[in-house]
């Protein structure tokens, strides 16, 4: 296959597609007489994100895969189309999804003896619904209680390829200087707890 | 109702069995507290749904005074805290019980510092306030982790998704099948959450200690007693011990339960009233 | 402004659009200090289309004005992005189908009201693609949201010959008995609602 039309045919799956898409999917995209190498395929997305440079959109990676998506900076004028204001989240939809995030797998019980408050139900079905967490199982001590961790596209819609790359848990300023170990235990534990999806 | 008596703990507060400056502000140690505490009543409610919870209203409050999570004054602590609680139970404002079991916890602490020390070195580990130091920064440093999250580059806020469609006839495309029971499921379950929302989120958590409540009654019945332990589950914590605690006395308030204990110290049992 | 950027906004706006845009509609991208002349914003949309000349994709000029598509002669590879999986719609998605089922005509905004999230543009355009809904106005308030309803396709598709057809939703026990009433007075009220595009 000509390397123009196979670029092409990236471009046009990638624009055309409503979710992410990887490199396997879009070898899908061939018969298997056309289908080009791995390397090849590889080769024509950085070509295409090269391409972008000083375009209005750029071709990312995301955990899902690869998508176009407008440039940050263009927000602004890009929110003159959409008029209304982007959705705020609570800040108890926040905290819990920051402990799902960091310390996931862990059940709404754990998030409650940290947060020091309950829990609604309505809350975890809203992350659910919204596709951010899911259910990966459940701890074994008396109720059974779920087990939450995030999702792919949780990790998509913060634009983030992977787990590792969100921001690094800190103390507050006040307290930088004086952290005491046990947190710190608590810290490191913490991050080894935290398993790829 | 609740376990402390906060105009009770106003009175005698400042015991100072240990004279400890609470503040160091522009390198000036402070042992006497500023006298700051009036909030307007109608202001006390707005104050209190910013808060997302009791370790965070503590968190303000040490924060307020520039005090170090590390070192604070329980007593100190406590009376705001408790001052706080108060006013609001006194506007009959519907607290939840998250944040009694806080109050609980800090007169707890703060009896335990009252109590004599058998050495002058104060151990860190034995500190009472440990506990509550941990969860303070443990809180904290998720309040942070949320800033942060909420910073993160988010789709249809800061970057959006670049589409276009195909040209040309239709392809057949094998799309979703929907029915339209489907459709009246997702809007009635749209109806159902957005109901449950409406409820600001205080008011929603007292369901867990009536959900715990409820929990209760249906083990119980009109036969035989259990026993007053065997209604907590020591893997819930204090919380949930707390919380536990506090469904049994409201129970008990509203006669649903009958609680008997035969001789002083022994065994304590609980049944379901008769109807 | 810079031409490059006025070349991103543009291009940007074009790629986030569910809806094909008029020139006026870019015009509106840019607050009245910044806004380039027509012919400006013209000349820009000549050499983005200029500039495709060898994608995946085109910019081209349909009735209702400019939009990005992806060419005609790649149609074959595209369809095997849906050959083998005819995904499932999203709880998200289908809440926001029945809010526009049930209560339309109405606003992005208005969804988002009542569902407690965002909804996203990929979310709306999915339903425009499919034809089930469509823009029949928008609300005279700043910013001048859209304004969604159900199609005669959605009717179709659903084998129903008008939307009070549409299954009788189940009263909650605590619901107030209102979930009819405002349905139906919002339907009535919608063509006073509605300001002409």
Known sequence: MKSLLLRQIIEGALLLSPTPLTIAELENLFSDSERPARDQILATVEDIQLDCRDRGYELVEVASGFRFQIREKLASWMHRLWE??????????????????????????????????????????????????????????PGKPALYATTKEFLNYFNLSDLGQLPELKVGENMEANVHQPTLGVLESASSEITEN | MPPISPKNNQKNAFPRQVEMPFAVVQGQKLS?????????????????????????????????????????????????????????????????????????????????????????????????????????????????????????????????????????????????????????????????????????????????????????????NKQTFVTFGSLFDPIEGKLGVIVTFLAVMELMKERLVDIVQTDSFGMIYVRAQEL
Do not use: C
């Open chain 1, 84 to 141: 209304e204001k982007p959705k705020r989240y609570s800040n108890a939809m926040l905290e819990t999804l920051a402990l799902i995030a960091y310390r996931q797998p862990l059940t709404r019980g754990d998030i409650e003896l940290v947060r020091g408050v309950a829990v609604s139900s309505d809350m975890i079905r809203t992350l659910l619904e919204r596709g951010w967490i899911k259910i990966v199982g459940h701890r074994d001590v």
């Open chain 2, 32 to 220: 006497v507290f500023p006298d700051d505490l009036y909030i307007p009543p109608d202001a006390l409610e707005v104050i209190l749904e910013a808060f997302e919870g009791p370790l965070d209203l503590l968190l303000y409050l040490i924060k307020r005074q520039n005090l170090d999570i590390l070192d604070i004054n329980v007593s100190e602590i406590t009376r705001q805290y408790t001052d706080y609680i108060s006013i609001m139970q006194d506007l009959k404002f519907e607290l939840a019980s998250d944040y009694l079991v806080m109050a609980a916890m800090l007169t707890e602490i703060k009896s335990q510092m009252l109590l004599p020390r058998v050495s002058e070195v104060i151990e860190e580990a034995m500190d009472p306030r440990a506990e509550l130091i941990r969860r303070l920064q443990e809180y904290e440093v998720f309040k942070n982790a949320a800033k942060n999250i909420d910073k993160l580059t988010r789709l249809d806020r800061d970057i959006f998704l670049a589409r276009a469609e195909l040209s040309g006839p239709d392809p057949v495309i094998l799309r979703p099948t929907v029915t339209l029971q489907d459709i009246k499921k997702a809007l009635e379950s749209v109806d159902e959450r957005s109901r449950l929302s409406q409820h600001h989120e205080i008011s929603e958590e007292i369901i867990s200690t009536r959900e715990r409540m409820a929990d209760i009654l249906s083990r119980l």
